[in-house]
């Protein structure tokens, strides 16, 4: 008799941010297998009786295939076990949840699909951030640093963040690297103005969390903070909490600011929120 696997999002570290599905099939799975950035904390959740093996692919560094990720799934769960396949954030959010499922419906195996909170989302929250808001961006882009993710076959990786070069979009990056100065030419060449506002968020919702709030002109100067990180690029940024954000000394534009608060006040004015 089958198994089955449920892929799980463990969110973007904070333990409370599971779900309550989550926590349940944690304590009761016989296999987990999970991503190299699970928290300890969330691992400490995990019952003493499951089978708890890291199948963690992080930097380029790779200990176990994805192939191999994929044959311990359908083995387990043939053997008749409930598996937790584990992923940070969110398991549809970049983190190949798609060749998990196709190797699973190739093999008749079971399976559920349990969301968590994003990265993105989680990151936003910690730094105060309305990823949209209604006089600045109405357009979330979810992309990733890595350039074998963003380059297409034309080979023109800027081509991708171009379409998203106006002032009513939020980029998220995700994997941005520590060389900022490769994503500053890269969010340049798409057309973004240098003095569009930009945050890095390192290990969000965890002790270790730190806020950067800068501009894409002095990204190339941003501290190297500890990974792993997301980059927030767009006008939202200026919304964050400024008492949970360290900043670069030129961030703040006293003149820009002000022009921005008086559109803000005005079409106020003339327009009330709609009813949610």
């Known amino acids: 008799m089958n198994g089955k696997v449920y892929l799980v999002g463990a969110g973007p570290g904070d333990p409370e941010l599971l779900t309550v599905k989550a926590l349940r099939l944690l304590r009761t799975a016989n296999v987990v297998f999970h991503d ?83 990265s993105a989302l989680g990151a936003a929250a910690a730094a105060g951030i309305p990823l949209t808001h209604r006089r600045a961006s ?26 998203f070069a106006s002032a009513e979009s939020t980029l998220v990056v995700y994997m941005p690297g ?52 997301l980059l927030v690029v767009g006008e939202v940024v200026k919304f964050a909490d400024r008492s949970l954000v360290e900043e670069s000394a030129s961030f703040v534009e006293p003149a820009f600011e002000a022009a921005f608060a008086q559109t803000i006040t005005a079409s106020l004015r003339t327009d009330e929120e709609p009813v949610a």
């Not at 904390?41 to 560094?61: D, F, H, M, Y």
């Not at 954030?89 to 559920?112: H, V």
């Open 36 to 118: 190299d950035l699970v928290s300890s904390e969330i691992l400490k959740l995990i019952s003493p009786a499951a089978e708890v093996q890291n199948v963690g692919k992080r930097c380029g560094s790779k200990t176990i295939q994805q192939e191999e990720i994929n044959f311990l799934l359908v083995a387990r769960a043939s053997s008749g076990l409930q598996v937790v396949r584990l992923k940070s954030g969110d398991p549809l959010i970049f983190g190949r949840a798609g060749e998990e499922i196709e190797a699973l419906r190739r093999s008749n195996i079971e399976y559920e699909i349990v969301p968590g909170v994003t």
């Open 178 to 229: 520590s060389d900022y100065g490769e994503i500053f030419s890269r969010l340049t060449a798409a057309g973004f103005a240098e003095r569009t506002p930009c945050a890095i968020v390192s290990r969000a919702t965890t002790p270790r969390q730190r806020i950067y709030r800068t501009t894409i002109s002095d990204l190339r100067r941003a501290p190297r903070l500890e990974s792993p990180t």
């Open 138 to 163: 109405s357009t979330i882009v979810l992309t990733t640093g890595s350039r074998a993710t963003v380059t297409r076959a034309s080979g023109n990786h800027d081509a991708d963040w171009s379409r």
